[in-house]
Structure formats: structure tokens, C-alpha cells
């Protein structure tokens, strides 16, 4: 697995890090390049980990047939259907071994961890956040699949990688994990009004309607004009860095 790693100029003796987790067809290139997000974690003195969204070359026939299944369409699930279930672990990878490949080789603040992502990344990182609140302490997301038991991407890839049981689904469902293990911090979504996904794919209102439901903190933000690409993450990549930053005490 590939991952890119920003480290801020200063001199510090622990340094609170971010995850972004990026979205279908990704690699670990995209957000570094694309978002500006750079100038913005040197201001806060922040190191940004920014992992691939799937195993690549792992010889699994058909592997690379699809582009929102397979090789760079992890879903950050931890498969559990052959032969996937030998290669694709996204979701152990990003709560466990990266975070521990980070702090073995880099100096953070492990009381100071986040995740944020876009789409199908959005996704992973709200599920990763609610589930794992003790570990990442502050979580946003751009353009996120929310509900993705109830979008095409999402049953094609739970169906794919973790079998017809959509009860093994419900672990891997932002909405349907809010409702029973409410995050301890304030969640903040953006949203653009022109992204053709959003009825479809995201759903951003049934996440809205599910936080709503057992007062979890969230903003959800609709952006005029904004469609689903990294210009959209670029225009308001500061204030995904500034909740965080607010968030984890920075």
C-alpha cells in the first residue's frame, strides 16, 4: 500500500496529523496535489496522511474491470468473501496500520488524530470516526456517501466484498452506525448543490434526518454551484482544517 505523508516546517515535539481518505479512481497523489491543503497544514503545523483507496496488483482476476469496484475502489470495508478477503482490509489498514506505521516513524500527538474525506473517502471516514471515536478524535467529509446500503455504489461493493447479508453492511453504514454509537464531537459535511451524485449516490439527507435523531452534532452544508470535483475541496479545504484544528485542541 502507497500513502503520501505532508510534515509541517515546524519544529515540534508532537504534531497532530489528519487523514484524508480520497474517493473512487483515486490514488494517494490526488488530495496532495489537487486540494491546497498544504499551506493550510503548515499554518496549524499539522502532518497530513493521505493513504491509496485500495490494494493494487494484487492478481485477483478481474481486478481491475470496474472502476467503482476493485482496484482503486477499496470502500474501506474489511472484505470478507475470497479471494478479496485475503487482499482487501482498508477499513484495519486505516484504524490500525497506518496510524501505527505513522507514529513509529513520524512524531505525533496520538490524543490529536482526525479523518475527513471525499466522497467514497467521505464515507470511510465517518464510519471509521463513529466507530473508532477514542482514535480519531475529529472527522468531516466533502461530498460523502452516507447511506451507502441505499446507492448502487455501495450494494455493488458490499455485495462484492462482504456477501448478500446486508446485516455485516450495517458496520460500514455511516446512518445506520450514528443512530447506535453517537460521535462524541461535532461533525461537519460539505456538500455541493451541482454535483450530479448527490440524489442518486450521497443522500446527504438521510444522514441529516439520522443525526437529527439522536442530537448528534452536525453541520451540513449546501454549496451553490459546487459540483464533485477537487475544485470543490480546494474552495473550502480551510474550514475542513479549521474544524479540525478546533476540534482536536490545536
Known amino acids: 500500500m502507497s500513502f503520501a505523508v505532508y510534515q509541517p516546517p515546524q519544529v515540534q515535539k508532537s504534531y497532530p496529523v489528519l ?22 497544514a503548515a499554518e496549524y503545523g499539522l502532518i497530513l496522511v493521505a493513504p491509496d483507496t485500495s490494494p493494487r496488483n494484487a492478481g485477483i482476476p478481474g481486478e481491475n474491470d470496474n472502476w467503482d469496484f476493485g482496484t482503486g475502489a477499496g470502500f474501506y470495508v474489511d472484505a470478507t468473501l475470497a479471494p478479496w478477503s485475503n487482499y482487501y482490509n482498508m477499513y484495519s489498514y486505516i484504524v490500525e496500520e497506518l496510524p501505527n506505521l505513522i507514529a513509529a516513524n513520524f512524531s505525533i500527538d496520538i490524543n490529536k488524530q482526525g479523518i475527513f474525506g471525499h466522497s467514497m473517502g467521505g464515507h470511510g ?43 455485516n453492511w450495517r458496520l460500514y453504514d455511516a446512518s445506520e452506525l450514528v443512530r447506535k454509537h453517537k460521535y462524541h464531537g461535532h461533525i461537519l459535511i460539505d456538500q455541493g448543490t451541482d454535483d450530479k451524485f448527490i440524489q442518486e449516490q450521497l443522500k446527504p439527507e438521510i444522514f441529516e434526518q439520522a443525526c437529527q435523531e439522536v ?5 451540513l452544508r449546501y454549496q451553490d454551484g459546487y459540483d464533485h470535483s477537487y475544485y470543490f475541496i480546494s474552495s473550502f479545504i480551510e474550514d475542513h482544517i479549521k474544524h479540525h484544528v478546533k476540534e482536536l485542541g490545536v
Request: charged share 15%; aromatic share 12%; proline share 6%.
Open 19 to 40: 487523514y484524508f481518505l480520497s474517493g473512487l479512481t483515486c490514488t494517494e497523489e490526488n488530495f496532495i496535489v489537487k486540494a491546497n491543503a498544504l499551506k493550510y
Open 125 to 167: 471516514a465517518l464510519v471509521c470516526a463513529i466507530r473508532n471515536p477514542n482514535k480519531f478524535k475529529s472527522v468531516s467529509a466533502f461530498a460523502p456517501i452516507v447511506a451507502p446500503m441505499q446507492c448502487t455504489w455501495g450494494t455493488k461493493a458490499f455485495t462484492g466484498y462482504l456477501g448478500e447479508d446486508n446485516q
Open 215 to 219: 442530537n448528534q452534532p452536525l453541520t
